[in-house]
Nanobody, 115 residues
Framework: QVQLVESGGGSVQAGGSLKLSCVVH????????IGWHRQAPGKERVVVAS???????FYAESVTGRFTISQDNAENAVYLEMNSLRPEDTAVYYC?????????WGQGTQVTISP
């Protein structure tokens, strides 16, 4: 049974930092890329960063240079380090596994950035 569990969300002021963690229960790193997505109130869920099975990374333009995604296979975890946070980064952040024809989602963690 695969389960993704996010943590690390919270409330910080603009300019601050947060580090999100996604612990993956079930060994899937060899076949699934892992991504961080976010959904702001009234908006669609969008991908902000992802890491593929070969280690290559993708960042949405809005977070490039501020967010860093990393993976620790020993810990079965994927992290999203977020710096220089802005109010527009406020959203529920989800960890997701993309395994091609199937995938998994975490339950989400709230990130709130105040001006």
């Amino acid at each position: 049974q695969v389960q993704l569990v996010e943590s690390g969300g919270g409330s910080v002021q603009a300019g601050g930092s947060l580090k999100l963690s996604c612990v993956v229960h079930g060994y899937i790193f060899s076949v699934c890329g892992i991504g961080w997505h976010r959904q702001a109130p009234g908006k669609e869920r969008v991908v902000v960063a992802s890491i593929s099975t070969d280690g290559s990374t993708f960042y949405a333009e809005s977070v490039t240079g501020r967010f860093t995604i990393s993976q620790d296979n020993a810990e079965n975890a994927v992290y999203l380090e977020m710096n220089s946070l802005r109010p527009e980064d406020t959203a529920v952040y989800y960890c997701a596994a993309d395994c091609g024809s199937y995938g998994y989602w975490g339950q989400g963690t709230q990130v709130t950035i105040s001006p």
